[in-house]
């Protein structure tokens, strides 16, 4: 459930923001069409234009968090050392789960990726083992 939550907040924010955007045009347009006596048309403007800015930036502060913790976990995965999947490696059994790059759900690879950092090694899906340009181990 908490599982890759900056991405969880990333789409969040895009549809509180959408969300937002379409119930502010919505007030503002009930307010001038269906409300009896119809409220000054400034003002409906002003609802609906005003709902629209807010929603674009408070979507920012979410979708922020959500890109921070994207960008950590990837940085995570980079840095620090998973011992315990070597452990992995030696049993060879059949993969299924989440990918540990982009975390998709799939049929997964022993890859032994080697670049700047050092070598790593980790379950990845086959997107990723061939953008990584990983080895099989
Ligand atoms: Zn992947």
New binding site residues.
């Given amino acids: 459930m908490y599982k890759h939550i900056g991405k969880k907040l990333k789409i969040l924010a895009e549809i509180w923001c959408l969300l937002g955007v379409l119930g502010s045009i919505a007030a503002g347009v009930l307010l001038y069409v269906v409300k009896k006596p119809p409220m000054e048309l400034q003002y409906c403007i002003a609802i609906a234009v005003g709902g629209i800015v807010l929603a674009i930036l408070s979507s920012w502060g979410f979708y922020a968090i959500g890109d921070i913790h994207t960008k950590l976990e990837r940085l995570e995965d980079k840095l620090i050392p998973k011992p315990n999947y070597m452990s992995y490696l030696e049993e060879n059994q059949p993969l299924r789960g989440q990918?540990?790059?982009?975390?998709?759900t799939?049929d997964l690879i022993n890859a032994k990726i080697v670049d700047s950092l050092g070598t790593r090694y980790r379950k990845?899906?086959r997107?990723?083992f061939t953008a990584n340009g990983c080895e099989e181990k």
């Avoid at 990918?99 to 998709?104: A, L, S, T, Y």
């Fill in positions: 990918c540990e790059i982009c975390g998709k799939t990845v899906c997107d990723c």
